[in-house]
């Protein structure tokens, strides 16, 4: 009696993973909801988002959200950080973008992770500082779960290292 119980126990717990990772391999990714301005998108309660915001001197912050990292300036106008960015974004394994293009300087992306398909979402807005300058605003954030390990930080971080030969002195 024990064994059969236990039998039809670990069938049921193997038909609920089996369909739990069909159905996250398998959503959507709505851009009505997702693609969002990383200046106003509300900070989840739970720690599983990363927000890089421009702080410009003289100026109030640009956002009421928490803020975790202060955005660098570029020596570049956006047209060219927007590009060089999203080139090297869509290069990164299981990324996709959902909405926006490069042209308009606000882009949002999902990244899937490798092993259970979770998705995260990242948008990104760039700004035109004048005489060359620019800078941008980034939102990433976890769909599911409630911590994310440091990767929304960690993904930031190296998705902004390739910029870093323009920022200015």
């Known amino acids: 009696m024990i064994a059969r119980i236990l039998f039809w ?5 193997i038909v609920g993973s089996l369909a739990s990772l069909f159905m996250l391999r398998n959503l959507t990714h709505d851009a009505d909801m ?5 200046l106003t998108a509300p900070t989840p309660d739970s720690p599983n988002s990363y927000r890089v915001v421009p702080v410009l001197d003289g100026f109030d912050p640009l956002t009421a959200e ?5 955005a660098p300036i570029y020596d570049a106008n956006p047209a060219l950080i927007s590009q060089a960015f999203d080139e090297y974004v869509l290069r990164q394994p299981r990324v996709q973008r959902i909405a926006g293009t490069p042209e308009s ?5 999902v990244q899937t992770s490798e092993r259970l398909a979770f998705p995260d979402y990242i948008s990104v807005i760039f700004f035109d ?3 060359g ?3 941008l605003a980034i939102f990433s954030r976890s769909r599911i779960g409630q911590s994310d390990l440091g990767v929304n930080k ?4 190296s998705w902004l290292e390739p910029l870093a030969s323009f920022e200015a002195e």
């Open 133 to 135: 300058r620019s800078t």
């Open 34 to 38: 997702w693609h969002v301005d990383p």
């Open 154 to 157: 960690a993904r930031i971080d």
């Open 66 to 70: 928490r803020i975790d990292r202060e």
């Open 129 to 131: 500082l004048g005489e």
């Open 105 to 109: 300087g606000w882009m949002t992306y």
């Open 9 to 13: 126990s670990a069938i049921v717990v």
